[in-house]
C-alpha cells in the first residue's frame, strides 16, 4: 500500500508538472503547503523523525545544487515538499535523479565537444531550464512501487 505522504507527493509533483512546463516556473503556492503538510502527517502518522529528516537532508541538498547553479529555485523548493512529504527515502529517490540528468547535461554541454565543432570554439548552452518536476515526479513514482514491491 502506498503511503499516504507519498500519496500527497506524487499529486504535488503532478501539480507542478503540470504548471512547470507551460511557465517553467514552480510556485511558492504549491511547494509551502507540501513542505508544512509532511511535517503535519509526521505528527499524525508518528513520524515526525523521518518527515523532518526528509526535509532537512533534501533541504541542504536542494539548496547546494540552487547555489552551485545546478537548480533552479522552484526545483529546490519542490525537493524539498517531496523531502518532507515522502520522507528521506523517497526524497532521496527524487534528487537522484535530478542530480545524474543533470549530471549528463552537464557533462554533455561542457566537457564533450561536438563532433563538427570548430577547434578553439566552446558548444551552444541549452536554450531554457530543463522542467525538473518530471524527472522528480517519475523518480518517485519509481521508489514508491519499488517500496511496495511492483505495481
Given at each position: 500500500m502506498i503511503s499516504a505522504g507519498a500519496l500527497i507527493a506524487i499529486i504535488v509533483c503532478v501539480l507542478a508538472v503540470i504548471v512547470e512546463l507551460p511557465t517553467q516556473r514552480i510556485p511558492n503556492w504549491l511547494c509551502l503547503p507540501g513542505v508544512v503538510g509532511g511535517l503535519?502527517?509526521?505528527?499524525?502518522?508518528?513520524?515526525?523523525?523521518?518527515?523532518?529528516?526528509?526535509?532537512?537532508?533534501?533541504g541542504v541538498?536542494?539548496?547546494g545544487l540552487f547555489a552551485a547553479g545546478w537548480a533552479a529555485?522552484?526545483?529546490a523548493k519542490l525537493l524539498m515538499a517531496?523531502?518532507?512529504l515522502a520522507g528521506l527515502g523517497g526524497g532521496l529517490s527524487a534528487t537522484g535523479a535530478?542530480?545524474?540528468t543533470y549530471g549528463v547535461l552537464w557533462v554533455t554541454y561542457r566537457?564533450?565537444?561536438p563532433p563538427d565543432l570548430e577547434p578553439g570554439t566552446r558548444p551552444?548552452?541549452?536554450?531554457?531550464?530543463l522542467?525538473?518536476?518530471p524527472l522528480i515526479l517519475v523518480a518517485l513514482l519509481l521508489w514508491t512501487f519499488a517500496m511496495r514491491g511492483g505495481p
Open positions: 503535519l502527517l509526521g505528527v499524525v502518522d508518528g513520524d515526525l523523525f523521518g518527515h523532518a529528516a526528509g526535509l532537512l537532508v533534501l541538498i536542494a539548496l529555485g522552484g526545483t517531496v523531502g518532507s535530478v542530480v545524474v566537457v564533450l565537444p551552444r548552452e541549452p536554450e531554457g531550464i522542467p525538473s518536476s
